[in-house]
């Protein structure tokens, strides 16, 4: 089961926006960002040094993730009018080892971040190791299954090691919120297993963890988010049923 999460606390992705939003998309366009795709594909495959390999792999994901947005971008002001053009830069992209699938669930388009994956592989302390793992932490929340408790601990503590290393980068605000609401999903789960410990543990990490982010985040989006959860799983922890 895929998650529809935090839809009315508009915590949605966020796509770019470019001088020529408002114009549909073309086939020059997608061919500019497939073209940016396969010279980054082009240099990784020719580099000898791990660096260059690396910078270039890095290339090959944010032109991927530049391809999803503009996708994305299409949908969302045009709809689905130009299927046929969409479907072509999915299957061209696919073409490029680039794996981009639509959820029709989130009604948008979604990079696999492989190339993000090879990106900390080659340098997990890289300049750009930060937002590689904020990128596969976001696909996750996005596209994770949300019944599955192994799954969802995992990504929880991927969360959680990512704050731990990354406190004060800009990212840090979204996966505290990502975080939230995997403790808040882990704790329904447990207690719908009749998994008492479980159910302690994560009602306590819930509760000190959205504490901590409307404290952190004050009186911003963030701040005002989390105090919102903390009052709905406060009121949902007093009404078992």
């Known amino acids: 089961m895929r998650r529809l999460r935090l839809a009315c606390l508009c915590l949605s992705l966020q796509f770019a926006a470019t001088a020529g939003a408002h114009l549909p998309i073309t086939i020059e366009i997608v061919d500019d960002a497939l073209d940016a795709i396969e010279d980054a594909r082009s240099a990784a495959a020719a ?13 090959v994901a944010t032109s991927a993730t530049n391809l999803v947005e503009l996708l994305n971008q299409e949908v969302r002001l045009h709809g689905l009018g130009q299927k046929e053009l969409l479907d072509e830069a999915v299957t ?3 073409l490029l ?40 932490l976001e696909s996750g929340f996005y596209r994770g299954d949300s019944a599955d408790r192994g799954e969802l601990a995992d990504r929880a503590a991927m969360a959680a090691a990512y704050l731990q290393r990354y406190p004060d980068i800009s990212n840090a605000e979204r996966v505290a919120m990502f975080l939230a609401i995997d403790y808040r999903d882990l704790w329904r789960l447990c207690r719908a297993d009749g998994d008492a410990a479980c159910t302690e543990q994560y009602e306590a990490l819930t509760r000190e963890h959205l504490a901590a982010v409307s404290a952190r985040y004050g009186d911003g989006r963030t701040g005002e988010m989390a105090r919102t959860l903390l009052e709905r799983f406060e009121t949902e922890l007093a009404d078992p049923d």
């Open 92 to 94: 061209r992209a696919a």
């Open 47 to 59: 580099a000898t040094r791990t660096g260059r390999k690396a910078e270039s792999t890095y290339a």
């Open 97 to 136: 080892d680039v794996e981009i699938s639509w959820s029709a669930d989130h009604q948008r388009f979604f990079y696999s971040g492989d190339a993000y994956h090879r990106y900390i592989d080659l340098a997990p302390d890289g300049l750009d190791a930060a937002n590689a793992r904020f990128r596969l």
